[in-house]
C-alpha cells in the first residue's frame, strides 16, 4: 500500500546532500568513521567526567577531568553533522524510526540536564578537593548524564535493527 510520500520527507529526498549521499559508495563509511570517532570523544570525556563526579577514581581533581569535556563537545557536534548527513541520506529509516525517536529524546534530556547542571551545581565542583566527594545534587545530574549518553548509543545501534515495517 503506498501512502505516498510527506513534503518533508520530498524536500529532504531533492536536497543536494540527499543526492551526494546516495551517489557515492564512499559516503557514508566515511561518515560512519567519523561518527564513531565523535562518539568515542563523546563518551570518553563526558562520561569520564561523569563518572568522576559520581565517585569513581577519586584521586583525580574534578575540574581536570572538566577540561577534557570540550573534547565532548566536538565529538557532539560531529556527530550531529554526520548524524544529519545520516537522516539527508536515507530519511525513512530514520523519522519512522521508534530508537531514533528515543535517541532523539535522550539528547534532548541531556541537553536540558546539561543546562541545569551548568546553571545550578556546576559552580560547587570547583571547590571539590582530589578524593573528595561531590555534592548529591551533581551526583544526580551527572548520573542523569551518563544514563542519557548510554542510552543514546544504545538506541543508534538499535537504528539498524528496528526499522519500519515497510523498510523490510
Known sequence: MDVGIAPWEAWVRAAWLHQFILGHAKAWPVLETLHYFGLSLVL??????????LGFAKPVPVMALHRLVPLGVAGFL??????????????????????FRLKLALMAVAGANIALFYGSVFGGLKTVAPGAEAPRAAKLLTAVSLLCWIGVLVCG????FFRPPFFH
Open 44 to 53: 570518553g570525556t563526558i562520561c569520564l567526567f561523569d563518572l568522576r563526579v
Open 78 to 99: 560531529l556527530n550531529l553533522a554526520t548524524g544529519i548527513c545520516f537522516f539527508f541520506g536515507y530519511p525513512d529509516q530514520y523519522a519512522y524510526n521508534n530508537a
Open 157 to 160: 545501534r538499535l537504528l539498524t
